[in-house]
């Protein structure tokens, strides 16, 4: 619906014209419409960056948009490399899976990055260990059930790295990739 001009076609572009409502414009493929239901989750991906330089675990302010970042500490900031820095924008507490399907649970500072980083400090800090290796690249740590956990870790253009999906539903259970 347009206000502002005397047309009566709701594309008028005329100068002056205000829009009153707006529509959600979706993607819908042809072959889901008719198999649509509540149950189906929609994810974010998310790859991070495995860092050996980084003292905390940081995303941008508009990744994992699932969680709303709280308790900003304008106190805090994180120096860069070429030593100027960055401010604190809140904490994100959230769920993922990684690509073999397994839940995770991550706490990551908030704050104006390129790419999302992932701390190996903060990973061998809470027990677990990080492998760079010929043979096998990964992240080894206690699973909740008391075994161990290996999660992959991807290695390309010089770069280690783990990919994960965030569910906009941190509430539901999880019960694969969608």
Known sequence: MTSGCSCEDDACN????????TALLQEVRVDQINGCN???????EIELL??????ATVIGKDEVRAVKATDPDPNKHYKLADG????????????????????????AQVTDVDKPLLSVAHIVHNGGKVVFSPEAN???????????RRDNLIFRD?????????????????????
């Open 14 to 21: 005329h100068p002056g014209q205000t829009i009153e409502s």
């Open 38 to 44: 509540e149950e189906v989750e929609e994810w974010e």
């Open 84 to 107: 100027s820095t960055i401010p604190n924008l809140g904490v994100k507490d959230f769920r993922a899976v990684t690509e073999d399907n397994k839940p995770l649970s991550l706490k």
């Open 50 to 55: 495995v860092d050996s330089g980084a003292s």
């Open 158 to 178: 010089g770069l280690y790295m783990i990919k994960l999906w965030v569910p906009r539903d941190q509430g539901a259970p999880f019960t694969g990739q969608a």
């Open 138 to 148: 990964y992240i080894e740590h206690k699973s909740k059930s008391g075994g161990i």
